[in-house]
């Protein structure tokens, strides 16, 4: 520097630039550090040539824009951004700034001492050609709003390809002809480069901007506040999976994704993104506070970070507010309609509906919780944000949602009343909403109108934020009407709308399931634990699985697991199964017992719960009771589910044992019809016709079960076959004392 404190302008007579350990050669395009090349986008290095071409000189923001922007089109993050990626390659901080000065408010300046280049009496500077690197988004410096403080980001280094590696030569003789032919060939190169020379360099197209949102962290003092936070990454993923361009992965399990220092460049490769945000987030009182960071996948460096502060009251301008810097950040443009943006992270203008809303969803999707259970929670939470806002639409479909999961996860007849009732309340609030029309496709498929059902989930397509759910009930609306292929194509629609959700693994398993392809079943099911391992239902099913294929230890590792999760019917209910299988039939009773206890609800309880008191000596009685309970509910599920063929036979199984044969036999008949899951169907027409004395039929039906996939211990299980498979009574083995 001088002694008036501004930098020097020495340079030579090209344009060129030399400070500190770096050369800047404009006609070239590069940047090298002590000789090596240091990757820069295009953009970033334009602003850095205009700052050295006017070194010493304030150059205000709106200067650098037309310069190097044209002004068009652009907001002044994309400045801020590039500002960033300059900052950290040349190792410059904001705080105490060697080369770049922020002037607040104004523009910047560079204040690094320049020098001769190339050095009088040094080496040669080597011609290495840096090509610039695929460009990381950038963050905004500084903070544009006040009342937010926004930290320097941290950049994440963009490596250079290295140089080829020269191959040695084997004859030194020739080293200064070979040096001028190569000088030669760079000469007419670069000739040939400057006269096709676009006003900007040339380089790869981006990959498409992509994220996922990581559930955020609460640092509330309340633990159970943590429905708060990743409500909010919910929300905000809803929000950017609307804006055109953006790609936006989702990942709302935090032990499958991981929160706020997990592995960005795992989970990159896992979601299939190029980014990951994380946040913690603080709620004391009405005061709510919200750091933000954005990473890059392929290095694992922040990319930027935020901090937002507000009062309660102002959640939505801050949920807003990170959007907008978000988008900003991949997208280097804000969309047109930002409003769409807000209209999205503010469904009510009410903070105590919104506050149990969330608290609903977080329910609704709580891995840990069987799913049945998480509805019934859900719903009491959504009621209570109506209370606060009668007419929140998104709440009032919420609980139609709801009572759909349980009437088919627990095949409650009751709940779908209860759905159909919201469904309508819903429509009637806002039948524009979408989220309205994704809960009425699924009223429609559950009852088997899959014309209506594709309907609406066709109109949910139009939000991008639903497309992963409206895909996955594309493709069970499909597969319910045999169109097999095109229910495949829309799960894997639905995987690529949003990676890494467990959902759409358990979906695509109870397809194969329901086609009889049992290991791509359990393919499906283990992927999905393993993306979401706290999640108490999925380890009930898969150990539900493993049984059907005969793998006893693995299906009674399943059930521990999930129960070790959070006690649940279905996995009470399955391991009783088990026991029923090991031909432990009063343990069997007794975990059945407990398993309606926690959900009576579900017809399959009380029909297995017959079961094992008929298999008991002293037990029928009570064996009686249960499958005419058994009996009532299942009719009422199969009234409103008539493709069901497996509860159809079922329901067969419980006449039989009422005496009930003509009923029985015209059960047996409509579920074979439908031709959905064959040995299942087949099983329990076995079971039937032996109960009700036809040896021959049930013969004919128990050979169908064994080509139909059923396992030999379940069919060893049952006493009323036992005879046909030439094996005879045998008595209880004694209880297990562990039990």
């Given amino acids: 520097m001088d002694a008036g404190g501004h930098p020097g302008t020495a340079r030579n007579g090209g344009d060129g630039y030399r400070f500190g350990p770096f050369l800047v050669d404009a006609a070239a395009y590069t940047l090298t550090r002590d000789g090596e090349p240091q990757a820069l986008e295009p953009k970033a290095f334009a602003v850095l040539l205009h700052l050295l071409r006017h070194a010493g000189e304030l150059v205000r923001h709106d200067e650098l824009l037309d310069a190097v922007w044209g002004h068009r089109h652009v907001t002044a993050g994309v400045l801020t951004r590039a500002i960033a990626q300059l900052r950290h390659v040349l190792d410059d901080d904001s705080h105490r700034p060697q080369y770049i000065q922020t002037q607040h408010g104004l523009g910047y300046r560079f204040i690094g001492e320049l020098k001769s280049w190339p050095e009088p009496d040094g080496p040669p500077a080597r011609a290495l050609v840096a090509p610039a690197a695929e460009p990381a988004p950038m963050a905004p410096e500084e903070a544009p709003a ?99 361009g953006l790609k936006v992965a989702a990942c709302h399990v935090a032990s499958a994704c991981g929160t706020r220092g ?105 891995p840990g919780d069987d799913e049945v259970a998480g509805s019934a929670k859900s719903i009491g939470f959504f009621r209570e944000a109506l209370a606060a806002d009668p007419s929140f639409a ?84 499909e597969s319910a009407q045999g169109h097999n292929d095109l229910a495949l194509d829309y799960f894997e629609r639905a995987r690529q709308s949003r990676p890494g959700d467990p959902a759409i693994y358990r979906g695509l398993g109870f397809e194969y399931y329901l086609r009889g392809d049992l290991p791509k079943a359990i393919d499906g099911f283990a992927t999905a634990a393993t993306l979401a391992p706290d999640d108490a239902d999925i380890w009930s099913n898969l150990g539900g699985l493993y049984m059907v294929s005969g793998d006893a230890a693995r299906a009674a590792d399943a059930y521990s697991r999930s129960l070790a999760i959070e006690p649940n019917y279905g996995a009470l209910s399955n391991l009783g199964s088990l026991r029923y299988e ?63 063929a497996h509860a159809i036979a079922v329901l067969a199984w419980y006449r039989a044992n009422l005496g009930q044969e003509r009923e029985a036999r015209q059960l047996i008949e409509r579920a074979q019809a439908l031709d959905i899951e064959p040995g299942e169907v087949a099983f329990w027409a076995a079971q039937s016709l032996a109960v009700l004395g036809d040896e021959a039929g049930a013969r004919t039906w128990l050979e169908r079960a064994r080509k139909g996939g059923v396992n030999a211990p379940r069919l060893e299980a049952s006493p009323v076959l036992r005879p046909l498979l030439g094996l005879t009574p045998q008595p209880q083995p004694a209880a297990d004392p562990a039990r």
């Avoid at 004859?171 to 900007?200: D, F, K, N, Y």
């Avoid at 970070?305 to 939505?316: K, N, P, Q």
């Avoid at 088919?408 to 029309?437: I, N, Y």
């Fill in 146 to 244: 006040a009342g937010d403080t926004h930290h320097e980001p941290a950049v994440a280094p963009l490596a250079a390809p290295a140089p080829a590696a020269t191959r040695p030569s084997a004859r030194r003789r020739s080293a200064w002809p070979l040096l001028v032919v190569v000088v030669a060939i760079m000469g007419v190169l670069a000739a040939a480069w400057w006269w096709r020379r676009p006003e900007t360099p040339v380089r790869p197209q981006p990959v498409e901007p992509s994220i996922a949102i990581l559930p955020f962290t609460s640092l509330s003092a309340d633990r159970q506040d943590s429905y708060f936070a990743e409500g909010l990454a919910v929300e905000l993923h809803g929000a950017l999976a609307d804006v055109p």
């Fill in 262 to 366: 997990a592995d960005a460049r795992k989970l990159g490769k896992l979601l299939g993104v190029a980014t990951v945000l994380d946040a913690d987030v603080r709620r004391e009182g009405r005061q709510v506070r919200v750091n933000a960071r954005l990473t890059d996948t392929r290095t694992g460096f922040t990319l930027w970070s935020g901090s937002y502060d507000r009062e309660l009251d102002g959640v939505f301008a801050l949920q807003s507010e990170l959007a907008r810097d978000v988008v900003q950040s991949l997208l280097g443009v804000l969309p047109h309609d930002t409003q769409a943006i807000t209209r999205r992270l503010a469904p009510t203008s009410n903070v105590a509906a919104y506050d149990a809303y969330l608290h609903g969803m977080q329910q609704l999707e709580q």
């Fill in 394 to 477: 998104r709440a009032q479909a919420g609980i139609c949602r709801a009572e759909i999961i349980a009437f088919e996860g627990a095949h409650d007849a009751a709940a779908f009343d209860r759905a159909q009732s919201a469904c309508q309340r819903a429509a009637a609030m806002d039948p524009q909403l979408r989220e309205v029309s994704l809960a009425l496709g699924d009223l429609y498929r559950a009852r088997n109108d899959n014309a209506q059902a594709i309907e609406q989930y066709r109109k949910a397509l139009e939000s991008l934020a639903l497309r992963a759910d409206a895909y996955l009930g594309l493709a069970r609306a």
């Fill in 582 to 644: 090991q031909r432990r039939y009063a343990e069997a009773a007794e975990l059945y017992r407990r398993a309606a206890k926690l959900n009576g609800s579900d017809y399959r309880i009380w029909g297995n719960l017959g079961d094992a008191l008929a298999a008991l000596p002293s037990g029928a009685d009570g064996a009686r009771d249960s499958y005419e309970r058994a009996a009532r509910m299942a009719q009422q599920y199969v009234d409103i589910k008539p493709s069901d």
